[in-house]
């Protein structure tokens, strides 16, 4: 079966299903310019100054202990503000508008579903958007983040940082609590740019894989699409479009 004739039978699974919510990982984003996980760890062990694994930096301790150094390789990898939704990101959003999906589920610290006016999303461990000082927990968006080289609460003068790296990447539990009911009511699952997705392998009800190179999960799917995100999400706006005349 061709990947056209896979998205033509994703639109009538979508069609038929009560409730669909998608799962995404970084495979959304790298058109929007973020690099997915080895694209980061590459530009840190290019970096001259920085001799330490990827998810080191993502820590409370050392941020507190290099407030500057993290900043500084934090704005290189993770902290990309002036990147925009990608085209998968904006059909889903149109998809939701449309009552196509129920929910969206992702493991991406991007903050573009939200960019993209999306409703109903889950961040597992936050986002670029959720900052606060290590002192009162004062909250401050990504604006305030891109506007201070060093940000530091001006209530109190401690460090702000990302919630994933004040938690260690420690996943937020009312955030974990709201993607698994999403996962437990849905009839339709559609697993996008990951090879890991929390809660959703083994799920009893159908479930659509989307990505570019093949998951250790692929054998549990109804479907399996191995091809671009914006490409499949492209062939699916056309689809529904033409459905509605």
Known sequence: ?????????????????????????AGISTSSGYPDLEGMQKITQRDSKFHDDLLKLLTNRFAQKNPAEFYRLYRKTHFQPQNRPSLAHRVMTLMQKKKLLA?????????????????????YWGSINDNYCVAAHHYFDMEFIA?????????????????????????????????QKMVNNADLLLLCGTKAAHG????????????????SFDSQAELVIH?????????LAIIFQYIEK
Do not use: Y
């Open 103 to 123: 929910g969206i589920i992702t493991m991406n610290l991007d903050h573009l579903h939200t960019s993209a006016n999306s409703k109903d999303v889950v961040e």
């Open 147 to 179: 506007s201070h080289s060093l940000p530091r609460c001006p209530l109190d003068g401690s460090l702000v940082l990302p919630i994933f790296v004040e938690r260690n990447m420690t996943a937020i539990k009312k955030e974990l609590e709201r993607g």
């Open 1 to 25: 079966m061709s990947n056209m004739e896979k998205i033509i039978c994703l639109a009538e699974l979508i069609l038929t299903a009560n409730k669909t919510v998608v799962f995404t990982g």
């Open 200 to 215: 959703v392998p083994g799920h009893p009800r159908k479930m659509v894989i989307i990505n570019k190179w093949p998951t």
């Open 227 to 235: 091809a671009d995100l914006d490409w499949v999400f492209k062939q």
